[in-house]
């Protein structure tokens, strides 16, 4: 809650409806980089925006009871999402301030992960991949992919996202990998998941790029909200029916000269 004087010297009193912390995916902190952020539906609500991509939202009586935006890079060093978050009503922003819980500001806090894209930076020493993913030859737009743990198939050990170009940037964490040689490499599989066939563009797609950007609904909103870190598939996506098996050069960042392009095989 904040409490502020106004240019007629009246109190006003601003209760935070819905933060919006964007997180490095990489870094796992701020981001690196500047974003955008548009909010797609209520129209005409006015963010309080932060360079550093942070943006707040102050309660306002007649809001609906979500909050649907956007958080794209013009640059593409990050892969844009797109997020539906419920908004707490003024009862339950009350209960937690009167509860004076130390952690109160969770269930209006959420962390979109914003996932590498191809023109994000990495070391030249970094294990990784930029590819592509690709149906009949044409690139899947908005592609989710999972590397998964050798030993346990429903284990992940890195995630990425593809953007409108079918391109991804995969970064395999350091810890992921064996204590083998340096000259060595390790293979790990990846699975994809898409729209089983693209949408038909809409009246606008020329004029908005992102305009078939799956919609990530948050269901809950509580700290380890599996939608804004990226873990949950959406509902009108499917898996490809082939694991796809890459041999990664430890300390080297493959590209499509290194490896083909991924075939995504709907069901």
């Known amino acids: ?73 013009l640059h593409r060093r990050y892969i844009p999402r797109k997020l539906s978050v419920p908004l707490v009503t003024l009862a339950e922003i009350l209960a937690t301030e009167q509860s004076e819980a130390a952690d109160y500001l969770i269930s209006r806090v959420r962390h979109p992960v914003l996932f590498p894209g191809a023109n994000y930076p990495v070391s030249g020493r970094t294990t990784g991949l930029r590819g592509r993913i690709v149906l009949a030859g044409t690139p899947v737009r908005w592609a989710f992919i999972e590397m998964i743990s050798p030993t346990n198939p429903a284990q992940v050990i890195a995630r990425a996202r593809g953007d409108d170009r079918g391109e991804f940037l995969l970064v395999i964490p350091p810890a992921a990998v064996p204590a083998v040689s340096l000259s060595d490499t390790v293979s790990f599989d990846l699975r994809v998941f898409a729209r089983p066939s693209p949408l038909a563009p809409t009246s606008n797609a020329l004029q908005d790029p992102l305009w078939d950007l799956p919609t990530e609904q948050v269901i809950a909103m509580a700290a380890d909200d599996p939608v804004s870190s990226g873990e949950t598939i959406p509902t009108e996506y499917v898996a490809s029916q082939d694991l796809i098996s890459v041999n990664f050069e430890l300390t080297n960042m493959l590209s499509s000269h290194d490896v083909n392009d991924i075939v995504f095989n709907p069901p």
Not at 35 to 48: T, W
Request: net charge neutral.
């Open 1 to 73: 809650m904040t409490t502020t004087l106004n240019s007629m010297g009246i109190t006003v009193t601003k209760r935070l409806q819905l933060g919006i912390l964007p997180v490095d995916a990489l870094q796992r902190s701020d981001l690196v980089f500047p974003i955008n952020l548009d909010v797609d539906s209520p129209q005409n609500i006015a963010l309080n925006r932060h360079p550093s991509g942070r943006s707040s939202l102050a309660y306002q009586v007649g809001l609906t009871d979500r909050l649907e935006f956007r958080i794209f890079d």
